[in-house]
Every structure is written in C-alpha cells, then in structure tokens.
C-alpha cells in the first residue's frame, strides 16, 4: 500500500479515547515496533500524536516522562495537540 493510504488506516487503529495514553499495546505506539516501514509511517503521521493522556503515576523516572513529551509533541508536528 502507498504510504499515505497506510497513514489513513493508522489513525483509525487510534483508540476512540479522546486523549491517547502512551500504551505500548495500543496504536500509535504499537506501530512503531511492527516493522521499520511502519514505523518511519508512524513517526510522520502527525494526526497519530495530536492528543495525550497522561497520568504522573505511570511514571517513577521523570526524564522518562520528558523525552516521551518532547517526543510526542515533536511527532505532532502542526497538528493542535490536546494533552491531559
């Protein structure tokens, strides 16, 4: 499939949450470790990364929780983002 046709398929796998937790089970995160053309499609498909659930508890290291921030925001690219 074209890249632009998987990108559509890829926002549809989002959880129908209005904000996304970073789970490594669930879209978009578990595309990125599917395969490496997934992947680099994840990565610049920024309707994947446009909103955020996050719960500090979820986090003991919080240089964790900055690069998984600084990450997703930057995946966002123009898109608004919406974080809770």
Known sequence: LPPEITALIFVHCLPEDEFIKP??????????????????????TPALWSSLSINLEWFRDLKKLDILCCDWISRAGSMPLSIK
């Open 23 to 44: 789970d490594l089970l669930e879209a978009p995160l578990v595309l990125l470790r599917i395969c490496e053309q997934w992947r680099e499609i994840a990565m610049t």
